[in-house]
Nanobody, 116 residues
Framework: VQLVESGGGLVQAGGSLRLSCAAS????????MGWYRQAPGKARELVAR??????TYADSVKGRFTISRDNPENTMYLQMNSLKPEDTAVYYC????????????WGQGTQVTVSS
């Protein structure tokens, strides 16, 4: 299974970006998908997570970011509005769950840079 992120880039504070995560090589719908981010010198943190019925967000992005997914295609999106310089990080796509054993897949990441 491969996860490929796209949509990152450079944006001014207050601007918007939409990240996409496309999965290939899977024959089933993932139990859960999520976006994580890692800023320089910091640990990777969960930004948003979505299962079949619910989405959860980190407090720092609530009200600004929206996660969504297209289940049949295992495609996931992150709409990021009102971006702040502190949102600058590499954003990673994740898919995980249990199917004949636990699985946990990661993308390579896409850089998001927010200038002040």
């Amino acid at each position: 299974v491969q996860l490929v992120e796209s949509g990152g880039g450079l944006v001014q504070a207050g601007g918007s970006l939409r990240l996409s995560c496309a999965a290939s090589g899977s024959t089933f719908s993932f139990n859960a998908m999520g976006w994580y981010r890692q800023a320089p010198g910091k640990a990777r943190e969960l930004v948003a997570r979505i299962t079949s019925g619910a989405a959860t967000y980190a407090d720092s992005v609530k009200g600004r970011f929206t996660i969504s997914r297209d289940n049949p295609e295992n495609t996931m999106y992150l709409q990021m509005n009102s971006l702040k310089p502190e949102d600058t990080a590499v954003y990673y796509c994740n898919a995980n769950g249990v199917r004949f054993g636990r699985y946990d897949y990661w993308g390579q990441g896409t850089q998001v840079t927010v200038s002040s």
